[in-house]
Nanobody, 120 residues
Framework: QVRLVESGGGLVQAGGSLRLSCAASGRTFSNYAMGWFRQAPGKEREFVAAINWSGTMTYYADSVKGRFTIARDNAANTVLSQMNSLKPEDTAVYYC?????????????WGQGTQVTVSS
């Protein structure tokens, strides 16, 4: 059974940084692309970033490009999201997901989410 567990969310002031982590189990982690999504209150879940199976290719939503960095550690079955220069509009529940396809990213499993709140 595939399990994804996010951690690292919290409350931060605008301009600050957070580092999210997602620990995966239940499948061969290095065979799959990984991604981050987010959902703000009253809004649809939206794509944030994705990384291919080897960690050599990434792409980002325009809203986070230049501020967020996705990375993975296949030895530790972990995907990370370093989020810098945070803005109040980044406030959301952040989810990690797996996908058999890097681009387009088609999520097949999801974590339970971690709350990120950015105060102004």
């Amino acid at each position: 059974q595939v399990r994804l567990v996010e951690s690292g969310g919290g409350l931060v002031q605008a301009g600050g940084s957070l580092r999210l982590s997602c620990a995966a189990s239940g499948r061969t982690f290095s065979n799959y692309a990984m991604g981050w999504f987010r959902q703000a209150p009253g809004k649809e879940r939206e794509f944030v970033a994705a990384i291919n199976w080897s960690g050599t290719m990434t792409y980002y939503a325009d809203s986070v490009k230049g501020r967020f960095t996705i990375a993975r550690d296949n030895a530790a079955n972990t995907v990370l999201s370093q989020m810098n220069s945070l803005k109040p509009e980044d406030t959301a529940v952040y989810y990690c997901a797996t996908s058999g396809s890097y681009r387009p990213f088609s999520a097949d499993y999801w974590g339970q989410g971690t709350q990120v709140t950015v105060s102004s």
